[in-house]
């Protein structure tokens, strides 16, 4: 078994190794620019825009097979398929042959971008054809929102392809949902490879965007570790029965800037997910959101490098998988 796994680990590192800032210097020379130009406009014309849902969301689904390779046991060999990450599975559009990942629980009225993701496709396909993957494009647009609305940057690594299916039950097993735990949020990182620094950090996201009253509606009504005030003021717009198609910001403070006032709102009690909340409850991430909630520069340092080390779960490099033409549908 530990052979198993030491070929699994090759493997990944392999592929990470693959991946690289410059791999489109030569292709295609005007990738980044590109793109920053095209998610800087969609920013300002919608600032939820600049959540990083859609790049999570697609590296946290291992949805497409990638190559076999053949394990040593002693004297026995297993054929393992390993299955990838950020593959850009998550904008596939249903198709005959399979039922995506977009009307999964965790994605469906969720996820936002979809359109400014195919603008981009379209432009780079004018420039590069066949070139620049929708799985890099993701991961570049991304730090490019975050970036936007005043949040970190970091260096990009390149490479991705694309993958040429997708699995809505994966969706819906591997993404946590918004009345996870703790104890669920910290096992589907760690299955990930990431660390509780990672989760808690990786959270920070919600600095931006909305959530529907359909995932918040038991948070307050039914939990005790919230704000009053905060609980009361929501329900007006999110009844304990219908009106699930309200929405309200994740971030109540500073809804439209990406800063550290999220965590802030969760020593508040002022979560709007129990998901949310349950990285401050009496649990071993307390500590943590206090110090991000003290410090914007230790919460963008952390997320910065969480966003790289979750940028290589499971790519697809190489030969494998393929570069879309059109990113919600396989060539």
């Not at 993958?163 to 703790?182: G, M, V």
């Amino acid at each position: 078994m530990l052979s198993l796994f030491l070929a699994l680990a090759m493997v990944v590192a392999t592929a990470r190794a693959q991946l690289s800032p410059t791999f489109y210097g030569s292709s295609c020379p005007a990738a980044l620019v590109t793109i920053k130009t095209a998610v800087r406009a969609a920013v300002l014309l919608d600032r939820r825009t600049a959540a990083s849902r859609l790049h999570f969301h697609d590296c946290f689904v291992q949805a497409s097979p990638a190559p076999q390779f053949t394990a040593m046991l002693g004297s026995a060999s297993l054929r393992v398929f390993v299955r990838q990450g950020c593959d850009a599975s998550v904008l596939l559009d249903d198709t005959g042959n399979f039922t995506g990942e977009k009307s999964a629980g965790p994605n469906a009225g969720s996820l936002r971008g979809f359109g400014v993701i195919d603008t981009i496709k379209a432009l780079l396909e004018a420039l590069c054809p066949r070139t620049v993957s929708c799985a890099d494009i993701l991961a570049v647009a991304a730090r490019d929102s975050v970036v936007a609305v005043g949040g970190p940057s970091w260096t990009v690594q390149l490479g991705r392809r694309d993958s040429t299916t997708a699995s809505l039950s994966t969706a819906n097993t591997d993404l946590p949902s918004p009345a996870s735990s703790l104890s669920t949020l910290l096992a589907a990182l760690a299955r990930k490879g990431l660390s509780s620094t990672d989760m808690v950090a990786l959270s920070g996201a919600h600095t931006i965007g909305q959530a529907q009253c359909q995932n918040y509606r038991a948070r307050i009504y039914n939990d005790t570790n919230i704000n009053a005030a905060f609980a009361a003021s929501l329900r007006s717009g999110c009844p304990a029965t219908g009106g699930g198609g309200a929405s309200a910001p994740l971030d109540a403070s500073t809804p439209n800037a990406f800063d550290n006032a999220y965590y802030s709102n969760l020593v508040a009690q002022r979560g709007l997910l129990h998901s949310d909340q349950e990285l401050f409850n009496g649990g071993s991430t307390d500590s943590l959101v206090r110090s991000y909630a003290a410090s914007s520069a230790q919460f963008s340092s952390d997320f910065a490098a969480a966003m790289l080390r979750m940028g290589g779960i499971g790519v697809l490099t190489g030969s494998s998988g393929q570069v879309r033409r059109n990113c919600r549908r396989v060539n």
